[in-house]
């Protein structure tokens, strides 16, 4: 009689679905209670790649107690008598599954293409040609990127961090807090930098990234050739002024 209520009062129900051989997989989906268990486990097949035919689901309640098997495929969630917060489980019987191994949840385990460095210069289309032909379009006199790096990283070889400094434009004062090279920006090297006042543009954290601590809106990562390394004092406006 229970079941029937179940059915009868709500049209579907939310459940957290977890699974056997998949740790981090814990969707919380929504089924109907109208659905056979035939055809939960097609949905469910259809998230997690566990086959309808080698598929067993077990329900658990908020507590974690186990509430029954669903064991006939021919029968209606409801009768089951699920509520929302209940757990579904997934159990996948096939050895030999998609999902076993874990391969699906950790990409070290997939095995990776590799190529000789032989037969990809034989390739055509690839981004190493595509360079090669800019390259060669690139307007005398035109220094390359690569170029550019190269002095960015002789500039920084200069800098250290802690250093007081000037940044251009704007002689904008601080002190140095990071040099490297970044994950988030443009390629080559780059110089974060503090500064005395709120003039920067972010607290150190850049696109995600953290690269150094600083108060909100007094950090900068800028290019080295942008600083003065040196603690340049402030300017008398009237020190220029006769007595």
């Known amino acids: 009689m229970a079941s029937q209520l179940q059915i009868q009062g709500d049209e579907s129900v939310l459940l957290r679905v977890t699974h056997s051989n998949m740790k981090s997989f814990s969707p919380e989906i929504r089924f109907s209670l109208q659905m056979s268990v035939e055809a939960v486990k097609d949905k469910l097949w259809k998230k997690c790649g566990t086959s309808v035919n080698s598929m067993s689901l077990e329900l658990y309640d908020e507590t974690g107690a186990k509430i029954s098997v669903l064991s006939d495929n021919a029968r209606p969630l409801g009768f089951y008598s699920p509520l929302d917060g209940y ?7 096939d ?3 998609v999902t076993s191994g874990g391969w699906l949840e950790d990409t070290s385990l997939v095995e990776k293409y590799t ?19 800019l390259l060669l379009k690139q307007p005398p006199g035109q220094e390359s990127k690569i ?7 002789d500039l920084c070889a200069n800098i250290k961090i802690g250093d ?14 990071f040099v490297g090279q970044t994950e ?14 709120p003039v920067g543009k972010h607290d150190g954290m850049v ?6 601590d600083c108060p909100p809106l007094h950090g900068a990562m800028v ?6 390394i040196g603690d340049y004092p402030e300017k008398d406006p009237f020190e220029d002024e006769e007595i």
């Not at 170029?147 to 990283?153: F, G, K, L, V």
């Not at 696109?207 to 150094?212: E, S």
């Not at 290019?223 to 003065?228: I, L, N, Q, Y």
């Open 87 to 93: 757990r579904l489980h997934v159990i996948d019987l």
């Open 95 to 97: 050895p030999a599954s």
């Open 115 to 133: 190529i000789s460095e032989e037969a990809y210069e034989k390739l055509g289309g690839t981004f190493r040609k595509f360079k090669e032909t």
């Open 147 to 153: 170029s550019d790096n190269n002095n960015s990283e």
């Open 164 to 177: 007081r400094c000037e940044v251009e434009p704007g002689e904008r004062r601080g002190t140095v807090k």
């Open 184 to 197: 988030t920006l443009a390629p080559g090297f780059w110089v974060g930098v503090q500064f005395d006042e």
């Open 207 to 212: 696109k995600g990234k953290r690269y150094f």
């Open 223 to 228: 290019r080295p050739d942008k600083v003065k």
